[in-house]
């Protein structure tokens, strides 16, 4: 069995829980030949996406990314049964439907190395997580102590799959068991798409964020789909 997550205090030291490997994408080499009637040259192949993509403040959403996904509950944040978070941007604490204008909290690595507390993503930063088909906002951080650029989210993502970013995202659970919203953190975790700075017309699932009416809502893969 995995480990529960673990305390959070604003700044979150996630579980690494039982990666459930999710889906790949992979990229296809291929050739093309051309043969042109008129004289001509072809200019060299694009470069692919890095992994990681820098922080946007355009509107266009980017390509899907590969990320690795945690996620933190009611249960297990600091104080126990709070919904605390350390940047407040939409909510006051961590909460969320999940629509574009309400998205859910999401907490990012950070760090302390200037003497000032950078996080990996601004606080505000929207993204979209097809698997739980839901629009996230940057306001919490995760990594605990006073080197948290030491920690997990900012470091360590590349350890549990093709990712070199780690977001871990709030789901609730207050109206649930511990060990409900633990399984559901589980189902959560894996390598999925994410995409920073999305569009505001990707499917958003019903109900009021991750946990709602008794149940988990994720596992519905990564493809993007729009209204």
Known sequence: MTKPPCPRSGRRAPVVNEVKGGPRRSLLAGTLLMVLAVAGCSGPPESTQPPQPPPSTGTADTAGEDVYITAYTW?????PGSPIISNPVLHRTAGGTGTYDD????????SL????????YPAGTRLYVPDVRRYFIVEDTCGNGDEPEDGPCHTGAEEFGDASVWLDLWIGGEE????????????VTGVRTVVFDPADDYVVAEGDGVIHDGECDAGYGDDLIKW
């Open 75 to 79: 249960h297990d944040n600091t104080p």
């Open 103 to 110: 998205p859910v909290t999401v907490a990012v690595g950070h």
């Open 113 to 120: 190395e200037t003497g000032e507390d950078v996080l990996d």
């Open 176 to 187: 649930e068991s511990e060990d409900f919203a633990h399984e559901c953190a589980r189902e």
